[in-house]
């Protein structure tokens, strides 16, 4: 998060615009690679609480004890969304944008914007 916070303000041009930073490629490939990572580290953490949030929802719906086919349905729902993620991991080359392989990424024109957002926030949720 520290890196997307120094490099936003390298590639700010509007914050900042007294300093005149000299390198903003540098700058832009920080914000990229802090921003991957970020996802992947949010994911990570997102994981590690998963069964506290499952309380908290369980503790609003005030009924404590679930029915086993809904926790069931509910399992099928979070592997299937991992699922997803995964195969979007390897589809989007994302490994190859955590080592600054690729330096930059490019919108595919022939997808529909819906199905990239829907990949988007997926890979966010993994």
């Known amino acids: 998060m520290l890196g997307l916070m120094v490099s936003g303000l390298i590639i700010s041009q509007t914050v900042f615009s007294f300093i005149e930073f000299k390198n903003i490629d540098f700058g832009r490939k920080l914000h990229h ?3 991957y990572w970020g996802f992947i580290l949010m994911s990570i953490h997102l ?3 998963w069964g506290m949030i499952m309380g908290a929802a369980r503790r609003m719906r ?14 099928v729902v979070a592997v ?4 997803y993620g995964i195969y979007v991991f390897f589809k989007r080359e994302i490994g190859q944008y955590l ?8 919108w ?11 990949d988007f926030i997926d890979e ?3």
């Not at 005030?62 to 926790?71: D, P, R």
């Not at 299937?80 to 699922?83: L, P, Q, R, V």
């Not at 080592?99 to 490019?106: G, H």
């Open 80 to 83: 299937m969304i991992a699922g």
């Open 124 to 126: 966010d949720l993994k």
């Open 33 to 35: 690679l802090s921003a």
């Open 99 to 106: 080592v600054l392989y690729y330096s930059y990424s490019f």
């Open 62 to 75: 005030k009924n404590a004890k679930a029915s086993k086919v809904m926790v069931f349905g509910l399992r």
């Open 108 to 118: 595919d024109y022939k997808q529909l914007a819906v199905l990239f957002f829907i």
């Open 47 to 49: 994981g590690l609480h």
